[in-house]
């Protein structure tokens, strides 16, 4: 390849990364085409690119996007994964394609310039995403404003429920 010709494909790769920090890498090489095909059509539906790269030039790519810290990772047939709504999502995402593919192997990833290995995208795949925290950190909040209204409501409606009765005329 000529080096006009790769560096067309660099910044393609960086022009088709943007400035995405979050990534998953994987082993799609011994994917048949068909299967290959099915899985990215169902990771774009879900908003997810997947992008197969040559290894070295991926690299250059990343460090003039200047995101550092996949150099371990990209060893081998290496497939970058990105999108989604968070990483949690993704690695959720990725972890569910490796189980059902059995072919499919996740080699790594990077979250905000921290270098993943295969165990930690795992890990991460098994841990509340952004909204199910949104809604744990919301339900906290609201949860003694609950607990008050509760406390006060409580006795008043009894006592309401006590003067109804008395005003239907059944003293019990």
Known sequence: MSKF?????ISEIESRIGDVQDFVIVDSAK???ITDNGFRVKLQEKG?????VKNSLARRAFE???VEGL???????????????????????MSKWATEIEELAIKGGLTEGTSLSSDDVQKLSKSPGRTELIGEIVSRILGPGA??????????????????????????
């Open 5 to 9: 010709v790769k560096e067309m494909i």
């Open 31 to 33: 994917l048949d085409a």
């Open 48 to 52: 997810i690119s997947a992008l197969t």
């Open 64 to 66: 003039n996007a200047g």
């Open 71 to 93: 150099g371990d990772v990209l060893r081998g047939p290496s497939t970058l994964v990105w999108g989604g709504e968070d990483i949690v999502a993704l690695s959720k995402e």
């Open 147 to 172: 607990q008050v209204a509760g406390a006060l409501l409580g006795p008043g409606g009894t006592v309401a429920g006590q003067i109804k009765s008395i005003a239907d005329g059944d003293e019990s």
